[in-house]
């Protein structure tokens, strides 16, 4: 939801403002920027892989048309700054337990790193692959879900590895936790597309994410299931 900045303009004259009409603004200001906070979207998601559960927390505002994003899960929290087109401007990775605090940003077709990963330094520059970057794909993929088919790149959060991924949607709505959703099949691209996919499912009417079914491991490892609650 896009945020709304009001202002209150005074134009000069010559009779003095009474200390009423002074009092007013600042209350009407005040409340003004107490209704722009009030805009923060939040959404709560349940992971289910096996007999492990976790809450992932969405935070979303919109301020001169820049999204900011904020998700969770456990120690592990992503802030990200995206355009209007949803494509990732900059992704800030932070985990308390694994001692990582980094930030990347896209300038130029390329990747700045800049913090620390895993308790050590970190400082690199990569270049882009040349697509749209979209880190969190849950949420971008739902905003170009009118396309059959784009391919993306994005970071791998673990080795920060870039990849090149291919995201198609199915022709048909399915039915997913009760919703009428698009279902978008991720994929990576070129030899690897045999190896790993995943599904995103979208609600039909809004596009926002609503679940997600996917193996995020080596063979043996249970299917990772999330549902909007």
């Known amino acids: 939801m896009k945020t709304i900045y009001h202002s209150t303009i005074i134009p000069h004259c010559t009779v003095k403002c009474s200390k009423v009409l002074s009092y007013l603004i600042i209350c009407?200001?005040?409340?003004c920027a107490f209704s722009c906070k009030a805009q923060i979207q939040q959404r709560f998601f349940e992971s289910v892989c096996g007999k492990e559960k976790n809450m992932i927390t969405w935070k979303e505002k919109t301020d001169n048309n820049i999204i900011f994003l904020t998700t969770?899960?456990?120690s592990?929290?992503?802030h990200y700054r995206l355009s209007p087109s949803c494509t990732t401007l900059s992704w800030q990775l932070t985990d308390s337990i694994k001692h990582?605090?980094?930030t990347v940003t896209l300038y130029n077709n390329n990747y700045y790193f800049k913090g620390v990963f895993n308790n050590r330094p970190y400082?690199?520059?990569v270049k882009s692959k040349?697509?749209?970057w979209y880190?969190?794909?849950a949420y971008s993929a739902g905003q170009t879900v009118n396309k059959n088919c784009i391919k993306y790149e994005c970071f791998r959060p673990d080795n920060l590895e870039l990849y090149v991924m291919q995201a198609e949607r199915k022709a048909t709505t399915v039915l997913f936790n009760n919703q009428k959703a698009y279902e978008i099949k991720v994929k990576?691209?070129?030899l690897l597309s045999h190896f790993w996919s995943c599904l995103y499912y979208f609600n039909a009417a809004n596009h926002q994410f609503i679940g997600y079914k996917g193996v995020n491991g080596g063979p043996g490892t249970p299917e990772t299931i999330i549902k909007a609650k």
Not at 28 to 31: D, I, K, P, V
Request: proline residues 4%; neutral net charge; hydrophobic residues 25%.
């Open 28 to 31: 009407y200001s005040a409340l």
């Open 72 to 74: 969770s899960q456990n």
């Open 76 to 78: 592990e929290i992503h």
């Open 100 to 102: 990582t605090n980094l």
């Open 123 to 125: 400082s690199k520059t």
């Open 130 to 132: 040349g697509y749209p």
């Open 135 to 137: 880190q969190n794909i």
């Open 188 to 190: 990576l691209t070129g």
